[in-house]
């Protein structure tokens, strides 16, 4: 049994931290407020994980570290140096492999498929920022300090998942009510259930020829943002959607007054246009294959419409 230790609790960290426990792991979950999965298994510490004396006290002894943190969205730049350089610390000092959830904004907007081989070039505050500390993650590596790899996924599906599809689009679709999205309904886009980045990460710690490099979470064949609304109606016996594109100066003047939708503006690209990722080589390496649509619907269904509350 070896330690674990998982830096946040949303979705993924959630996630691994009961896949861990379920495999007879020694896990720890640092948050803030000591928050975490009720699991026998699992140790919650309430701590500031930017604080890098303070979370490499809580690694010592720890075979990995799993960066699943999530910064408030609109604070990505300010939160995410300090809190990146504190893991990479952490990382040095125990010893233990750093393993980070990441996500594809580094890649900036890419005609056709993503690929790892993709160069980050982000122009975003947001994307720069996730950019940059895999930039700082790998050089750390290459100079013998660290051992690391980075897991990128799409927007997620799962229970408790947060995105523009299980926030804005799915609440209201599920419920009869008109959804205005923000996006081409009808461009294929990628979507990530949360139990595979879950597996990736536990995977890609365990495999050292996984180290230093990035990895695209396995992910299901892309589904527009209409069929994949569809589809959910018609597994929770809801009507069809009624969905409409929101045009963008209606975007541009929601973030007026609210920060967060401020910060879609940046991203626009993931949903005004096509938006896919090609993940076979993780498949291929550590025989993952992505969950079934449905599964993943399913249960974030179970969230959305309040079943799990």
Request: some cysteine; charged content about 20%.
């Amino acid at each position: 049994m070896s330690l674990h230790v998982i830096v946040g609790a949303g979705p993924v960290g959630s996630a691994t931290a009961r896949l861990l426990a379920d495999q007879g792991e020694q896990v720890r979950v640092v948050t803030r407020r000591g928050t975490g999965p009720d699991h026998p298994a699992v140790e919650r510490v309430a701590a500031d994980a930017t604080d890098a004396s303070a979370l490499g006290r809580l690694c010592a002894g720890a075979t990995v570290v799993y960066n699943c943190a999530g910064p408030p969205y609109h604070r990505w730049p300010v939160e995410w140096p300090p809190l990146a350089a504190a893991f990479l610390e952490a990382a040095r000092t125990s010893g233990a492999v750093l393993v980070t959830a990441g996500n594809l904004y580094g890649y900036g907007p890419v005609p056709g498929v993503m690929t790892e081989r993709h160069p980050l070039l982000a122009t975003g505050a947001k994307g720069r920022v996730r950019a940059q500390m895999w930039a700082d993650a790998l050089a750390a590596y290459e100079a013998g300090h660290v051992r690391t790899t980075e897991v990128r996924s799409s927007d997620y599906l799962g229970a408790g998942t947060q995105s523009l599809l299980t926030m804005a689009v799915l609440p209201k679709a599920l419920a009869g009510a008109r959804a205005s999205v923000p996006a081409d309904l009808d461009a294929p886009h990628s979507w990530t259930y949360v139990g595979d980045v879950a597996r990736t990460l536990v995977a890609v710690a365990a495999d050292e020829s996984a180290w230093g490099h990035a990895w695209h979470a396995p992910t299901a064949a892309p589904v527009s943002i209409r069929d994949i609304t569809t589809r959910a109606c018609a597994l929770a016996d809801a009507p069809p959607p009624r969905l409409s594109t929101m045009p963008a100066p209606v975007l541009w003047l929601g973030g007026l007054g609210n920060p967060v939708i401020r910060e879609l503006r940046e991203t626009q690209y993931q949903f005004r246009k096509p938006f896919v990722v090609d993940s076979s080589a993780a498949t291929e390496a550590f025989a993952i294959e992505p969950t079934p649509l449905d599964v993943s619907l399913e249960e974030t269904i179970a969230t959305c419409s309040g079943e799990d509350r």
